[in-house]
C-alpha cells in the first residue's frame, strides 16, 4: 500500500512541475541575472532573441519598459539588448536580504503583449565590514572565572552571502581569545573568551584589537578597539521580556509617535542592575526613520514613513547595565498602507489625428492605470465621459484600450477633449482625471453646396466684353483642399452657338463675365449650368442654373410702317373739301424694335404747310382736321411729322405726309406740281401727257360717282371714317399683337370714301390686308394679272401717273 502512495504522489508532484513550467511560459516570463554596480549601457541579455522577435520585432511592436511612478529605471531596451540604464546599489535596493530580486514588466503593442522580466541582482564585494562604534568598552569583574565568554557588537557588513562577514580575529594577547558565533539568521558575532583571570590591582584596564573578515574575492575587513576595564565582581546580564518584537506602523505617521517600547531587566543590584537602550545595529536609512530612548527603551518615528518607499525595517536593539554586560533584541517593524496615493493615469499610445471615416470599434490609444498603494487601495476603477464617441475597453493588468463607439464627423465636431477618470476602491477612495485631445482629421464627404439653388443674372444689352454678369459662392464644409472649390460652366449651347462665346467664369472666384456684348432683339434670356467642384480626391461636384436675362436699352429708333417712301416716289392722301374739324384724315404707323417704355412712341407735327390746320394723336398717330377746310386752304398741304419714343434719351424718327384737298378727280394731275416741289425733280414731257390724255375719263367717272352718292345720301360722311388696314408685311417679323404694351397692332383698319357726296356707292378696303395686297416694297402698283391692287384712295403713288389714272378709271367703272 506504501509503495502505492509513493507512486501516486510521484505522479502527482511530476504533473504540477509540468503544469508550472508551462504557465511560466505561457505567461512569458524572462529572468535575468546581473551584479550590481556595473556601468550604464552593460548588456544585460539578448531580449530580441529570448522572444523569438528580432530587433526589427521589438522595434516595431514599440517594446518599452515600464515602471511604477517614482520607480527608478535601471534596465533599458536598446537595439534588441537589455541592458543597464543606472548604476545598480544592492545594499540599497534590498539591505541584508540574501536574494535581491527586481521585476519589470515589457510591453509590447499591435498587438498588446506585456512580459514579467525579473532581474536577480548578484551582490559583490563593494562595502567593507563595519562595528557599530569604533570603540567598545568592556567592564568585567576581576572574579570572572577562566572561560568566561563576553559577546561584542556584531560588524555589520551591507554585503551578503560570502562577501558578508565571515571571520572575526583579536589581536593576541595574555588575557582574552576570540569565539565566533552564529546568529539563528546565520550572522556571526565575537565572543571573548577569559584566558587568564583578570587582576584588578595588576592591570586595570586591557586594550584589544578586534578585526572582522568578509569572504569576497577582494577581502575586506574592518576593525573596533576594545577597552576592558577590569571592575568589581558582576554575573548577571540583562535579559529582554521578549527575544523579537514585533509592530505595526501606519504610514504617515507622525513625528513622536511611538512604534514599540522595549525592555530588559538586570538582576544584580545598584550600578550593576541600572540598564540603558541603544540600536546595536540598524541601517542607515532606518537611523533616519527611527530613534530611541536610552532610559525607557521607547523607538519613536523621527522620519517620514512611507509604506510605497519601504514596507518593512529590522533593528538590533542591545541592553547595557551598569557593569557593562549587554544583552540583544530583535525588532520587527511593519509598515501598513494608507491610502494616500491618487492613481495615476498615462497615455502609453495615442494614434491622432482621426480619419472622420474612422468605423466605430477602432481602437486609437493605450491606456495604463497605476496606484502605489497596496491591496484594495489599489484597485482601480477607470471611467470616461458620456458625452464623447469614446470608451475604455479592459484590457491586460490595468490597460486599457480606447476605442470609438460610433461614427465621427469632422464639419460637426473637429476635436474632442475626452476626460478619463480613475477611482481605487480606498477608503476614502481617490481618484484623478486626465484629459486627452483627440483631432478628427478630414475626409472629402462634402460637396460644394451652393448659397442659393439658383441664380437670375440681369444684363443690359450693349454690355462691354470682359464686364461681370453676376457672381456664384458654394461653400464645402470640408478642410483644406477637400473645401477648395473650382467653378466651371457646364458646356452648351445658345441659338447654336457655343457658350463659351458667350460667358466666362472665373474658377477661383465663380465671377461669371460677358464674352462679347448682348442684343436684345436677337434673345433675351439663356440659362447655364455651373458646377462646383471641390479639390478633393476623388472630387465632388454640384450644379446651379443661373438664368440670364437680357434688359433692353433704347438702341433703335423707331420704324415708320405707314407712310413709307420709297426711292423718288411719294405718297398723297386726299382730302374732301368738305371735311370736318376732327375728322380723320390718314395715320402715321410706326413700331420700335425696343420694348417697355423704350417702345412707346409719340407723335407731333413738327412742319406744315398750314400750321392750324391739322392736328396728330400725340399716341396714336392719327392725323385730324383741327378745323373745317375752307375753299381758301390750300390744295396741297404738306405735314412732317415726328416719332420719338420714350427711351432714355430718346430717339426719333420724321416721315413726310402729302395732303391733297379735292373733291374732284380731275384735280388729280395737278399733283404733279407737289411732286416737283417736293422732290425737285421734273417730269418727262410723255407723263405731262398721259396726265391729260386720261384727264377725261377721270372725269366723266367723277360726275358718276357725285351722282351716284348723292342719290344715296345727303349727309356727308368723313373721309376715312373706318379702319385703314395695314399690310402685314410692314411689321418686322418678330413683332405680335400685344395690348397696352406700346406695341401696335398688325391691323388697323379704316373706311375711305371718294368723296363726301358718295353716301351710298362706298368704295371700302378690305378690313385686313395680306401680303399681296400691299407689299412693303411698293404701294399702288399695278400689275396685268391684278388689277384690284391698283386702288389705295389713301396713299398713292405718282411715280407712274399714267399707271396710276388707270387704275382709278377701273374701278370707277
Given at each position: 500500500?506504501?509503495?502505492?502512495?509513493?507512486?501516486?504522489h510521484?505522479?502527482?508532484?511530476?504533473?504540477?512541475?509540468?503544469?508550472a513550467a508551462?504557465?511560466?511560459?505561457?505567461?512569458g516570463?524572462l529572468?535575468y541575472?546581473?551584479q550590481?554596480?556595473m556601468?550604464?549601457g552593460?548588456?544585460?541579455?539578448?531580449?530580441?532573441?529570448?522572444?523569438?522577435?528580432?530587433?526589427?520585432?521589438?522595434?516595431d511592436?514599440?517594446?518599452?519598459?515600464?515602471?511604477?511612478r517614482?520607480?527608478?529605471?535601471?534596465l533599458?531596451?536598446?537595439?534588441?539588448?537589455?541592458?543597464?540604464?543606472?548604476r545598480?546599489?544592492?545594499?540599497?535596493l534590498?539591505?541584508?536580504?540574501?536574494?535581491c530580486?527586481?521585476?519589470?514588466?515589457?510591453?509590447?503593442?499591435?498587438?498588446?503583449?506585456?512580459?514579467?522580466?525579473?532581474?536577480?541582482?548578484?551582490?559583490?564585494?563593494?562595502?567593507?565590514?563595519?562595528?557599530?562604534?569604533?570603540?567598545?568598552?568592556?567592564?568585567?569583574?576581576?572574579?570572572?572565572?577562566?572561560?568566561?565568554?563576553?559577546?561584542?557588537?556584531?560588524?555589520?557588513?551591507?554585503?551578503?552571502?560570502?562577501?558578508g562577514?565571515?571571520?572575526?580575529?583579536?589581536?593576541?594577547?595574555?588575557?582574552?581569545t576570540?569565539?565566533?558565533?552564529?546568529?539563528?539568521?546565520?550572522?556571526?558575532?565575537?565572543?571573548?573568551?577569559l584566558?587568564?583571570?583578570?587582576?584588578?590591582?595588576q592591570?586595570?584596564?586591557v586594550?584589544?584589537?578586534?578585526?572582522?573578515s568578509?569572504?569576497?574575492?577582494?577581502q575586506?575587513?574592518?576593525?573596533?578597539?576594545i577597552y576592558?576595564?577590569?571592575?568589581?565582581?558582576?554575573d548577571?546580564r540583562?535579559?529582554?521580556?521578549?527575544t523579537?518584537?514585533?509592530?505595526?506602523?501606519?504610514?504617515n505617521?507622525p513625528?513622536d509617535?511611538?512604534v514599540?517600547?522595549?525592555?530588559?531587566?538586570?538582576a544584580?543590584?545598584?550600578?550593576?542592575?541600572e540598564?540603558?537602550?541603544?540600536f546595536?545595529?540598524?541601517?542607515?536609512k532606518?537611523?533616519?526613520?527611527?530613534s530611541?530612548?536610552?532610559?525607557?527603551?521607547?523607538?519613536?518615528?523621527?522620519?517620514?514613513?512611507?509604506?510605497?518607499?519601504?514596507?518593512?525595517?529590522?533593528?538590533?536593539?542591545?541592553?547595557?547595565?551598569?557593569?557593562?554586560?549587554?544583552s540583544?533584541?530583535?525588532?520587527n517593524?511593519?509598515?501598513?498602507?494608507v491610502?494616500?496615493?491618487?492613481?495615476e493615469?498615462?497615455?502609453?499610445?495615442?494614434?491622432?489625428?482621426?480619419?472622420?471615416?474612422?468605423?466605430?470599434?477602432t481602437?486609437?490609444?493605450?491606456?495604463?492605470?497605476q496606484?502605489?498603494?497596496?491591496?484594495?487601495?489599489?484597485?482601480?476603477?477607470?471611467s470616461?465621459?458620456?458625452?464623447?464617441?469614446?470608451?475604455?475597453n479592459?484590457?491586460?493588468k490595468?490597460?486599457?484600450?480606447?476605442?470609438?463607439?460610433?461614427?465621427?464627423?469632422?464639419?460637426?465636431?473637429?476635436?474632442?477633449?475626452?476626460?478619463?477618470?480613475?477611482?481605487?476602491?480606498?477608503?476614502?477612495?481617490?481618484?484623478?482625471?486626465?484629459?486627452?485631445?483627440?483631432?478628427v482629421?478630414?475626409?472629402?464627404?462634402?460637396?460644394?453646396?451652393?448659397?442659393?439653388?439658383?441664380?437670375n443674372?440681369?444684363?443690359?444689352?450693349?454690355?462691354?466684353?470682359?464686364?461681370?454678369?453676376c457672381?456664384v459662392?458654394?461653400?464645402?464644409?470640408?478642410w483644406?483642399?477637400?473645401?477648395?472649390?473650382?467653378y466651371?460652366?457646364?458646356?452648351?449651347?445658345v441659338?447654336g452657338?457655343?457658350?463659351s462665346?458667350y460667358?466666362s467664369i472665373?474658377?477661383d472666384?465663380?465671377?461669371?463675365?460677358a464674352?462679347?456684348?448682348?442684343?436684345y432683339e436677337?434673345?433675351?434670356?439663356f440659362?447655364?449650368?455651373?458646377?462646383?467642384?471641390?479639390?478633393?480626391?476623388?472630387?465632388?461636384?454640384?450644379?446651379?442654373?443661373?438664368?440670364?436675362?437680357?434688359?433692353?436699352e433704347?438702341?433703335?429708333?423707331?420704324q415708320?410702317?405707314?407712310p413709307?417712301?420709297?426711292?423718288?416716289s411719294?405718297?398723297?392722301?386726299m382730302?374732301?373739301k368738305?371735311?370736318?374739324?376732327?375728322?380723320?384724315?390718314?395715320?402715321?404707323?410706326?413700331v420700335?424694335a425696343?420694348?417697355?417704355?423704350?417702345?412707346?412712341?409719340?407723335?407731333?407735327?413738327?412742319?406744315?404747310?398750314?400750321?392750324?390746320?391739322?392736328?396728330i394723336?400725340?399716341?396714336?398717330?392719327?392725323i385730324?382736321a383741327?378745323?373745317?377746310?375752307?375753299?381758301?386752304?390750300?390744295?396741297?398741304q404738306?405735314?412732317?411729322?415726328?416719332?420719338?419714343?420714350?427711351?432714355?434719351?430718346?430717339?426719333?424718327?420724321?416721315?413726310?405726309?402729302?395732303?391733297?384737298?379735292?373733291?374732284?378727280?380731275?384735280?388729280?394731275p395737278?399733283?404733279?406740281?407737289?411732286?416737283?416741289?417736293?422732290?425737285n425733280?421734273?417730269?418727262?414731257?410723255?407723263?405731262?401727257?398721259?396726265?391729260?390724255?386720261?384727264?377725261?375719263?377721270?372725269?366723266?367717272?367723277?360726275?358718276?360717282?357725285?351722282?351716284?352718292?348723292?342719290c344715296?345720301?345727303?349727309k356727308?360722311r368723313?373721309?376715312?371714317?373706318?379702319?385703314?388696314?395695314?399690310?402685314?408685311?410692314y411689321?418686322?417679323?418678330?413683332?405680335?399683337d400685344?395690348?397696352?404694351?406700346?406695341?401696335l397692332?398688325?391691323?388697323?383698319n379704316?373706311?375711305?370714301?371718294?368723296t363726301?357726296?358718295?353716301?351710298?356707292?362706298?368704295?371700302?378696303f378690305?378690313t385686313?390686308?395680306?401680303?399681296n395686297?400691299?407689299?412693303s416694297?411698293?404701294?399702288?402698283?399695278?400689275?396685268?394679272?391684278?388689277?384690284?391692287?391698283?386702288?389705295?384712295?389713301?396713299?398713292?403713288?405718282?411715280?407712274?401717273?399714267?399707271?396710276?389714272?388707270?387704275?382709278?378709271?377701273?374701278y370707277?367703272?
Amino acid at each position: 500500500m506504501g509503495r502505492i502512495e509513493r507512486i501516486v504522489h510521484f505522479h502527482v508532484a511530476f504533473w504540477i512541475t509540468l503544469i508550472a513550467a508551462f504557465l511560466r511560459v505561457c505567461h512569458g516570463d524572462l529572468s535575468y541575472s546581473v551584479q550590481e554596480e556595473m556601468k550604464k549601457g552593460s548588456v544585460v541579455g539578448n531580449i530580441a532573441k529570448d522572444l523569438g522577435l528580432g530587433v526589427k520585432g521589438l522595434s516595431d511592436r514599440k517594446a518599452r519598459i515600464e515602471i511604477e511612478r517614482n520607480g527608478r529605471r535601471f534596465l533599458d531596451v536598446q537595439g534588441g539588448e537589455l541592458v543597464i540604464a543606472e548604476r545598480i546599489d544592492r545594499e540599497e535596493l534590498c539591505g541584508s536580504k540574501s536574494s535581491c530580486p527586481l521585476n519589470y514588466e515589457l510591453v509590447l503593442e499591435n498587438p498588446l503583449e506585456l512580459h514579467r522580466i525579473a532581474l536577480q541582482i548578484v551582490d559583490v564585494n563593494d562595502n567593507a565590514p563595519r562595528f557599530p562604534k569604533n570603540e567598545m568598552k568592556l567592564e568585567i569583574s576581576e572574579s570572572a572565572y577562566k572561560g568566561a565568554r563576553y559577546p561584542l557588537d556584531e560588524a555589520h557588513d551591507s554585503d551578503v552571502g560570502r562577501n558578508g562577514i565571515q571571520t572575526y580575529s583579536l589581536e593576541k594577547n595574555e588575557y582574552f581569545t576570540l569565539s565566533v558565533q552564529s546568529n539563528s539568521d546565520g550572522s556571526k558575532y565575537g565572543e571573548l573568551v577569559l584566558d587568564k583571570e583578570l587582576d584588578r590591582e595588576q592591570q586595570q584596564e586591557v586594550t584589544l584589537l578586534l578585526t572582522a573578515s568578509d569572504g569576497g574575492s577582494s577581502q575586506r575587513s574592518g576593525t573596533a578597539v576594545i577597552y576592558v576595564i577590569v571592575l568589581d565582581a558582576n554575573d548577571n546580564r540583562p535579559v529582554f521580556t521578549e527575544t523579537i518584537y514585533k509592530a505595526s506602523l501606519p504610514e504617515n505617521s507622525p513625528s513622536d509617535t511611538v512604534v514599540v517600547t522595549v525592555s530588559a531587566t538586570d538582576a544584580d543590584e545598584g550600578a550593576n542592575g541600572e540598564v540603558t537602550y541603544d540600536f546595536s545595529r540598524i541601517s542607515d536609512k532606518a537611523a533616519r526613520l527611527f530613534s530611541i530612548d536610552n532610559i525607557s527603551g521607547e523607538i519613536k518615528v523621527i522620519g517620514p514613513i512611507d509604506y510605497e518607499d519601504k514596507y518593512e525595517y529590522e533593528l538590533r536593539v542591545q541592553a547595557k547595565d551598569g557593569a557593562g554586560l549587554t544583552s540583544n533584541a530583535k525588532v520587527n517593524i511593519e509598515i501598513t498602507d494608507v491610502n494616500d496615493n491618487a492613481p495615476e493615469i498615462y497615455v502609453k499610445s495615442l494614434n491622432v489625428p482621426i480619419p472622420e471615416n474612422t468605423p466605430p470599434g477602432t481602437e486609437v490609444g493605450i491606456i495604463n492605470v497605476q496606484d502605489k498603494d497596496n491591496e484594495g487601495n489599489r484597485q482601480l476603477r477607470c471611467s470616461i465621459q458620456q458625452n464623447a464617441p469614446f470608451k475604455l475597453n479592459p484590457s491586460i493588468k490595468n490597460y486599457y484600450t480606447l476605442v470609438t463607439t460610433a461614427e465621427l464627423d469632422r464639419e460637426l465636431v473637429g476635436e474632442y477633449n475626452v476626460t478619463i477618470t480613475a477611482t481605487d476602491e480606498g477608503s476614502p477612495p481617490l481618484s484623478s482625471s486626465k484629459t486627452i485631445h483627440l483631432s478628427v482629421s478630414d475626409v472629402n464627404d462634402n460637396p460644394p453646396v451652393f448659397e442659393e439653388q439658383s441664380y437670375n443674372a440681369y444684363v443690359s444689352e450693349n454690355n462691354k466684353p470682359g464686364s461681370s454678369v453676376c457672381s456664384v459662392s458654394a461653400r464645402d464644409p470640408d478642410w483644406r483642399q477637400n473645401g477648395t472649390v473650382f467653378y466651371s460652366l457646364l458646356p452648351s449651347e445658345v441659338n447654336g452657338v457655343a457658350l463659351s462665346s458667350y460667358l466666362s467664369i472665373n474658377g477661383d472666384t465663380g465671377v461669371i463675365h460677358a464674352v462679347r456684348a448682348f442684343d436684345y432683339e436677337q434673345f433675351r434670356s439663356f440659362k447655364v449650368q455651373v458646377v462646383a467642384r471641390d479639390n478633393g480626391s476623388p472630387p465632388l461636384s454640384s450644379n446651379v442654373t443661373v438664368s440670364v436675362f437680357i434688359t433692353d436699352e433704347n438702341d433703335n429708333s423707331p420704324q415708320i410702317l405707314y407712310p413709307t417712301p420709297e426711292g423718288n416716289s411719294f405718297m398723297t392722301e386726299m382730302v374732301p373739301k368738305a371735311a370736318l374739324s376732327g375728322s380723320l384724315l390718314s395715320k402715321v404707323i410706326a413700331v420700335d424694335a425696343d420694348s417697355g417704355q423704350n417702345a412707346w412712341l409719340s407723335y407731333q407735327i413738327v412742319k406744315s404747310t398750314d400750321p392750324g390746320l391739322f392736328t396728330i394723336g400725340l399716341h396714336s398717330g392719327e392725323i385730324r382736321a383741327q378745323r373745317d377746310i375752307s375753299e381758301s386752304d390750300s390744295m396741297k398741304q404738306n405735314l412732317v411729322i415726328s416719332v420719338k419714343d420714350n427711351g432714355q434719351p430718346s430717339l426719333s424718327t420724321t416721315c413726310a405726309v402729302y395732303l391733297v384737298i379735292s373733291d374732284n378727280l380731275a384735280e388729280v394731275p395737278e399733283l404733279k406740281d407737289m411732286s416737283y416741289e417736293e422732290n425737285n425733280s421734273k417730269l418727262t414731257s410723255y407723263l405731262i401727257i398721259a396726265l391729260v390724255s386720261v384727264s377725261t375719263f377721270f372725269l366723266t367717272f367723277i360726275i358718276l360717282i357725285i351722282a351716284v352718292r348723292l342719290c344715296h345720301r345727303r349727309k356727308p360722311r368723313l373721309l376715312f371714317d373706318g379702319a385703314v388696314a395695314i399690310p402685314s408685311a410692314y411689321l418686322p417679323p418678330n413683332y405680335a399683337d400685344v395690348d397696352g404694351t406700346g406695341t401696335l397692332r398688325s391691323t388697323y383698319n379704316y373706311d375711305a370714301y371718294m368723296t363726301t357726296g358718295s353716301r351710298t356707292s362706298d368704295f371700302m378696303f378690305v378690313t385686313s390686308y395680306n401680303d399681296n395686297t400691299l407689299p412693303s416694297a411698293t404701294t399702288l402698283k399695278r400689275s396685268p394679272g391684278d388689277n384690284s391692287e391698283c386702288l389705295n384712295f389713301t396713299s398713292l403713288d405718282f411715280t407712274d401717273t399714267a399707271s396710276k389714272c388707270s387704275t382709278l378709271a377701273y374701278y370707277m367703272g
